[in-house]
């Protein structure tokens, strides 16, 4: 099984990205899937999950009505798109994959239990760099 995030960068306050995170070696539908990021010198955060069953999508507050996630089950594919990004949002993103885990995906955007519900997921994939500067 792998997992490949892609799609960071370099991008000026209030820009866009869509992070993409491709599935392989595994039936994307049966699994939830979260975006986490770290920044230097920060614990890791749990940005965004969505779930494998109907689709539901978590958000953390920090993101709440600028990123929205979003699965492509057939093309194997979990996107990510970051909008009116501020330099706050600057950190590697990486995807990681749960089978089923309903709860653990409800998890990961709950600030207490985000390192919890990292730790339960099945796969973890390398991380794309996101720089959100001026």
């Known amino acids: 099984v792998q997992l490949q995030a892609s799609g960071g960068g370099l991008v000026q306050p209030g820009g866009s990205l869509r992070l993409s995170c491709a599935a392989s070696g595994l039936i994307l539908d049966y699994y939830a899937i979260g975006w986490f990021r770290q920044a230097p010198g920060k614990e890791r955060e749990g940005v965004s999950c969505?779930?494998?069953?109907?689709?539901?999508?978590y958000y953390a507050d920090s993101v709440k009505g600028r990123f929205t996630i979003s699965r492509d089950n057939v093309k194997k594919m979990v996107y990510l798109q970051m909008n009116s990004l501020k330099p706050e949002d600057t950190a590697v993103y990486s995807c990681?994959?749960?089978?089923?885990?309903?709860?653990?995906?409800?998890?990961?955007?709950?600030?207490?239990?985000?390192?919890?519900?990292?730790?339960?997921?099945?796969?973890w994939g390398k991380g794309t760099l996101v720089t959100v500067s001026s």
């Open positions: 990681a994959a749960v089978r089923s885990g309903g709860f653990t995906c409800a998890s990961v955007t709950i600030a207490s239990m985000s390192s919890s519900a990292y730790n339960a997921m099945d796969y």
């Open positions: 969505i779930s494998s069953s109907d689709g539901s999508a």
